[in-house]
Nanobody, 119 residues
């Protein structure tokens, strides 16, 4: 299974970007999916988590600005990022719990996509 993230780039403060993460390979079912980010010199942190059941969870710092969504038919996760701030600058990673069979589930990470926000 591979997760391919895309959509990163350079944006000005107040601007918008949309990230995508497409899963491919031996997929029986995808369960929880989420976005994480890691800024230079900082630990990786959760940005948004979209479980198959339950409420979506956002980091306080992105609430009201970022929206996570998914297209299960396309095995794709999205992150719409609006009103970007310089503090949003980081490498963004997608993460997914993927069942490769009915009985086996593994956790996968995408390769990361860099988001740079200029002031």
């Amino acid at each position: 299974v591979q997760l391919q993230a895309s959509g990163g780039g350079l944006a000005q403060a107040g601007g918008s970007l949309r990230l995508s993460c497409a899963a491919s390979g031996n997929i029986f079912k995808i369960n929880d999916m989420g976005w994480y980010r890691q800024a230079p010199g900082k630990v990786r942190e959760l940005v948004a988590l979209m479980p198959t059941r339950g409420s979506i969870n956002y980091a306080d710092s992105v609430k009201g600005r970022f929206t996570i969504s998914r297209d299960n038919a396309k095995h794709t996760l999205y992150l719409q990022m609006n009103n970007l701030k310089p503090d949003d600058t980081a490498v963004y990673y997608c993460n997914a719990d993927v069942q490769v069979t009915a009985n086996y589930e593994y956790n996968y990470w995408g390769q990361g996509t860099l988001v740079t926000v200029s002031s």
